[in-house]
C-alpha cells in the first residue's frame, strides 16, 4: 500500500471517459514527483502500473428509487472501504472522474477533510458530481458553461478542459490532409465505447445516394458493434466502398490524423479528442444518455463552427447524403471547420488540471502553517 509525502488519489469508474482523463492527469502529475493510486470499482481495469484499489460501488444515475435502495448497502461498504484505506494512505489530495467508484470514494474523502477535487467530463455535471458538489472543495470542467452545477457551489469551479490521451494530443502537431478533387477522401465514423448501430445502418444508406466521384475515392474507417460487422461489411461490398470495419481501433491516433471527417457519437472524451486533434465531424448524439448531456457535448463543438449536430431522431440517408455530399465537394468548409474546433482545444488540459490540484494541496498547506 502507496505511504508518501506526495501521494494523490485518482478515482475513476471503469469506462473510458472517467479512464481517459485520470490516465492524462496521472502522466502529468507523475513528471512532478507525485506518487499516484487508484480506485476503482471491480469493472474498473488498471492504469499503467498505478497500484489499484477496489471499492464497492452502487450506481446514482438512471435507476428507479427500488434499485437505488438496493444499491444503498454497496455504497455504505465501499465509502467504510475508501475511508479506512484513506487514512492509512493519507493522500494530499483525492481526484474523481466520475463513475460509480467515484462516490464512494470522494464521499470518504470529504469525511476525512482531504483535498478534493472532482472533474466532470460533459458540458452537463452528472447525477454522482452533483451529489458531489457541494462537499467537495473544487469542481473542474471540461466545457464552459458546465449546466446543472449547484449556485452554492458555481464558486469553486475551475475550468481546466478535458485532458485527452498523450498519443492523441500528439496529433494536433499534424496539419489537417490535403483535400483536392483527385485525392482520398477519408472519414472516421466512432460509435462511443461500444459502436453505435444506428450508424452501420444509415451510413452505407447514405453513401449509396452519393455521386461517383465521391464513392471511387472515399475511404472508410468505421467501428461498429461485433453484431453489425457482416451486415455493415457487405453493405459497403455491394456499393463497392472501400471500407475498413471493426469493432474496437488499436490505431485511433492514426485514424485521426488522416481524416478529413468524422461521423460520431458526442461523448464528452470524443469531442475533446476532436477539439484537441482539430478535426471536423458530424455529431449525432446518443438520445437516451444520462440528462442529454451529449447532446450539449455536441453543441459546444457546432457553436464553435467546428462540426455539425444532427440529431439521431432526424438522421436519415437522405439528410446525411446531403450534408455528406456539400462538405466533401467544398474543401475549404472542411478546413475551415478544422481550424475551429481546433482553436477551441484545450491540449494543455492535463496541466491546467494538475496546476488546480497543486494549487489545492498548495494553499492548504499554507493554512495548515498559519494555523
Not at 111 to 125: C, K, R, T
Not at 146 to 173: C, D, F, H, Q, W
Not at 280 to 305: K, R
Request: with cysteine; proline share 5%; hydrophobic share 40%.
Amino acid at each position: 500500500m502507496a505511504l508518501s509525502e506526495n501521494l494523490i488519489v485518482l478515482a475513476a469508474g471503469g469506462t473510458g471517459g472517467h479512464v481517459f482523463p485520470a490516465e492524462a492527469l496521472a502522466v502529468e502529475l507523475t513528471r512532478r514527483g507525485y506518487k499516484l493510486s487508484l480506485f476503482t470499482d471491480r469493472r474498473g481495469g488498471a492504469l499503467g502500473n498505478l497500484e489499484t484499489h477496489r471499492i464497492r460501488a452502487g450506481g446514482v444515475a438512471g435507476k428507479n428509487f427500488t434499485s437505488l435502495l438496493r444499491s444503498g448497502p454497496e455504497l455504505a461498504i465501499g465509502t467504510l472501504q475508501s475511508w479506512s484505506l484513506l487514512k492509512k494512505m493519507r493522500p494530499k489530495a483525492v481526484i474523481g472522474f466520475g463513475g460509480y467508484a467515484s462516490v464512494p470514494t470522494m464521499l470518504a474523502a470529504t469525511y476525512g477533510n482531504y483535498n478534493s477535487i472532482i472533474h466532470e467530463q460533459n458540458a452537463v455535471l452528472g447525477r454522482a458530481n452533483r451529489l458531489l458538489a457541494s462537499r467537495v472543495k473544487r469542481i473542474a470542467t471540461s466545457f464552459k458553461g458546465t449546466r446543472l452545477i449547484p449556485k452554492p457551489a458555481l464558486s469553486k469551479v475551475v475550468y481546466t478542459g478535458m485532458p485527452v490521451r498523450p498519443e492523441v494530443a500528439a496529433v494536433r502537431n499534424i496539419p489537417y490532409p490535403e483535400l483536392n478533387s483527385n485525392g482520398e477522401l477519408q472519414l472516421l465514423v466512432l460509435g462511443g465505447s461500444q459502436g453505435a448501430h444506428i450508424l452501420s445502418k444509415i451510413i452505407p444508406e447514405a453513401i449509396t445516394r452519393l455521386g461517383a466521384d465521391i464513392k471511387s475515392r472515399l475511404l472508410i474507417s468505421q467501428q461498429c458493434r461485433p453484431e453489425d460487422l457482416d451486415s455493415a461489411r457487405n453493405s459497403f461490398k455491394r456499393i463497392a466502398v472501400n471500407a475498413k470495419l471493426e469493432s474496437f481501433f488499436n490505431d485511433i491516433p492514426e485514424l485521426f490524423s488522416r481524416s478529413h471527417l468524422l461521423i460520431c457519437r458526442a461523448g464528452a472524451s470524443t469531442v475533446s479528442e476532436v477539439m484537441t486533434v482539430g478535426r471536423p465531424a458530424i455529431l449525432v448524439p446518443y438520445p437516451h444518455a444520462v440528462d442529454d448531456h451529449q447532446t450539449f457535448n455536441a453543441h459546444a463543438l457546432d457553436e464553435v463552427g467546428g462540426g455539425w449536430l444532427m440529431p439521431q431522431e432526424s438522421l436519415t440517408p437522405d439528410g446525411l447524403a446531403e450534408r455528406l455530399s456539400s462538405l466533401l465537394t467544398v474543401p475549404r468548409i472542411l478546413k475551415r471547420a478544422a481550424e475551429c474546433a481546433r482553436s477551441s482545444g484545450q491540449p494543455d488540459a492535463a496541466v491546467r488540471l494538475a496546476d488546480a490540484v497543486c494549487d489545492l494541496i498548495g494553499k492548504d498547506e499554507n493554512e495548515r502553517r498559519i494555523a
